[in-house]
C-alpha cells in the first residue's frame, strides 16, 4: 500500500459510489436520444416486468420494484402518462391505488431502452457478471430488508 493508497481509496463503498455515477451517468448519455432518463427507464421497465409476470402492478408495487420514492414515482409516472408511454386506471378494490401498463408505445420504447441498457451494462461489467450481480443484490437486499422491518413497524403501530 502506498501513502496514495489510503483513506476513502481503501474503501469499497468509495468506488461503488463512484462506478455507480460512471454507470448512471453512461446510462444517462446512451438513454437520452430515446428520449429517457435512467429513472423514467427503471421505472417504465419495472411497469412491464411486474406487468409480464403477474398483470397490471400497482403504483406502489411499480415504487418498490424500482427502489423509488413514491411521491417522486407519482410525479415521473404522470409525465410517462403525458407522454402516453403508460396508462394509470383507478384500482378495481382500492380507491388510493393506480394500476400502471404499459401502452403500445411504451412497450416497444421500454424493448429499445432494455437493449441500451443491456449494452451499457455489458461494457462495464463485462458478458459473465454473475459473480457482481450477486455480490450487489446481497448489499442491496440490505436496504430492502431494512425497509420492510420499518414498513411492518409502521404497518404494527397503524394497527394494520
Known amino acids: 500500500m502506498t501513502d496514495r493508497e489510503s483513506g476513502p481509496l481503501l474503501s469499497a463503498g468509495f468506488w461503488l459510489h463512484h462506478a455507480a ?3 448512471r451517468a453512461e ?6 436520444p430515446l428520449g429517457l432518463t435512467p429513472t423514467q427507464f427503471l421505472l ?3 411497469v412491464g416486468w ?10 406502489q408495487e411499480v415504487a418498490r420494484q424500482a427502489g423509488a420514492d413514491r411521491m417522486m414515482t407519482s410525479k415521473v409516472v404522470r409525465t410517462l402518462e403525458e407522454r402516453g408511454l403508460v396508462d394509470r386506471r383507478a384500482h378495481e378494490s382500492d ?10 408505445a411504451g412497450r416497444v420504447l421500454t424493448r429499445q431502452a432494455t437493449a441500451v441498457a443491456r449494452e451499457v451494462d455489458t461494457r462495464f461489467f463485462g458478458e ?4 457482481l450481480r450477486a455480490a450487489l443484490r446481497s448489499v442491496a437486499l440490505l436496504r430492502k430488508n431494512a425497509l420492510s422491518s420499518v414498513a411492518s413497524v409502521d404497518d404494527g403501530a397503524l394497527g394494520r
Open 21 to 23: 455515477l460512471t454507470w
Open 27 to 32: 446510462l444517462d448519455n446512451r438513454l437520452r
Open 44 to 46: 417504465l421497465a419495472s
Open 50 to 59: 411486474l406487468e409480464h409476470l403477474d398483470g397490471p402492478p400497482t403504483q
Open 95 to 104: 380507491a388510493r391505488a393506480l394500476r400502471l401498463a404499459l401502452t403500445s
Open 128 to 131: 459473465e457478471s454473475e459473480d
